[in-house]
């Protein structure tokens, strides 16, 4: 793996909802370009003053809805622009240090596909997994969803043109791929892709979207480099927000011995999932951002998350809407800002660059209880302890060595940390 993944934080934003591009009506695949995808651009900025120096985006290529029904992975969507609105993100990402990674939809694809279009129309369906039933093609399909065509991964023309895909951009200047779905995809298909990519770009960076199984035995036969890390997720927002420490516990022991064979990334929010704010209560987010930041992993943030945005995720067509919404033209516009979880953010990505050594740090769970939690993670002689307290009294805990309150609101005392209710800290030893 190269070496630059462990060096970045990212900020994940959702392109099409992000400049306001219509997602459901009214979208034609081969509509003249709007150049919308320069609105990212004045936000690079803002990166930056988060202490963050990587820009993951959602999909951008051509489709017919939502991103992920690609028509044309070789063309940008043209609701969010062309081939040169992207050179101009990429370069203007370059210029600030910022690397790139795209999100690369390689289980499925959309029923508009040219390719699709024509096995419908009685030619090869190489491409496809699916079956003819009185000379109609009738495809597999992603999780139920009808729009969404499954691409036959045993096929050298997948493979091909998967690889073709991915160089393709990677010429372009992007560093790595979001492999949407990877959990869909059998390991041994990536295992045939990605060492041919590795071949023309061995600083590439490949990201699977896995939201369950075994990610070490994954992580082997694939040769992708990191996962998505949805266990740690759920036990940072149910540990919280259920006031039951333990679950938390529970899946930072797990997190340690997935970082035995790779680095997962990390998060607490991305485009699928019900903001934190609203998952566990805007006071309870530095919580959850305290041990983000502190165990190994390679975190981002959801954009909209550091000021603290609220939004719930719901099943029903459009439920995501309300989690990828259009943003103001500059940082500067943005009105609805908790300023406690922006600093909150501030001083944690700081922290976290401050001890890089934390991108594969093991962590001890000190001392658990159902609203309480003193974490510590050491490489040598270095260690940052976090001690969190969800309760509506104050709590005295262990401070594990720690001399120094570095971010929180604890005081230091006869070795304990002093917490007030609902009270978090980050210390050093």
């Known amino acids: 793996m190269p070496d630059w993944p462990s060096h970045v934080l990212w900020w994940h934003l959702y392109p099409l909802g992000f400049v306001g591009a219509p997602i459901r009506d009214g979208v034609d695949p081969d509509a003249e370009p709007v150049h919308r995808l320069e609105r990212i651009e004045p ?125 393709h951009w990677l010429a372009r200047g992007i560093d790595g791929w979001r492999l949407d779905a990877a959990y869909a995809v059998p390991p ?87 903001r934190i704010a609203s998952a566990v209560g805007p006071d309870l987010v530095p919580h959850a951002l305290a041990v983000l930041f502190t165990v190994g992993g390679t975190p981002s943030v959801y954009a909209g998350d550091e000021f603290g945005w609220t939004a719930v995720k719901e099943e029903r067509e459009g439920g995501d809407d309300a989690v990828r919404p259009e943003f103001p033209a500059t940082p500067a516009d943005v009105t609805d800002v ?23 740090a093991r962590t001890d769970v000190v001392e658990v209880t159902n609203a309480t939690l003193v974490l510590r993670t050491a490489v040598d002689a270095e260690a940052v302890i976090v001690a969190l307290n969800i309760g509506d009294s104050p709590a005295s805990l262990p401070a594990a060595d720690a001399r120094t309150v570095v971010a929180g609101e604890a005081m230091l005392h006869d070795s304990r940390a002093e917490l007030p209710p609902r009270g978090w800290a980050v210390l050093e030893a």
């Not at 908790?338 to 594969?360: K, Q, Y």
């Open 43 to 167: 936000w690079l900025d803002h990166v930056i003053e988060l202490g963050l120096n990587g820009l993951l985006l959602g999909p951008i290529f051509a489709s017919e809805t939502h991103g992920y029904d690609t028509v044309d992975h070789f063309r940008v969507d043209p609701r969010l622009g062309d081939d040169s609105d992207l050179d101009r993100l990429l370069a203007a990402s370059r210029e600030r240090g910022i690397r790139v990674l795209l999100d690369g939809v390689f289980n499925h694809v959309g029923r508009g596909h040219p390719a699709f279009q024509a096995v419908l129309a009685g030619g090869d369906a190489t491409l496809f997994r699916g079956t003819r039933v009185d000379g109609r093609f009738e495809p597999e399909v992603f999780e139920g969803h009808g729009a969404l065509v499954a691409l036959d991964h045993s096929s050298d023309a997948t493979a091909d043109l998967v690889v073709d895909v991915m160089c």
């Open 188 to 274: 041994e298909f990536w295992a045939q892709v990605l060492p041919r990519v590795r071949e023309r770009f061995p600083e590439a960076w490949f990201l699977g979207e896995v939201i369950h199984g075994d990610g070490p035995a994954m992580v082997h036969a694939s040769t992708m480099d990191s996962l998505t890390q949805y266990e740690l997720w759920q036990g940072i927002w149910h540990g919280i927000a259920d006031g039951n420490f333990f679950e938390l516990s529970h899946a930072i022991e797990r997190h340690d011995e997935l970082l035995a064979t790779f680095v997962p990334q990390t998060f607490v929010g991305n485009h699928d999932v019900t």
């Open 338 to 360: 908790d300023e406690r979880i922006l600093d909150a953010h501030r001083a944690l990505v700081a922290l976290r660059r401050r001890h890089p050594w934390l991108w594969r």
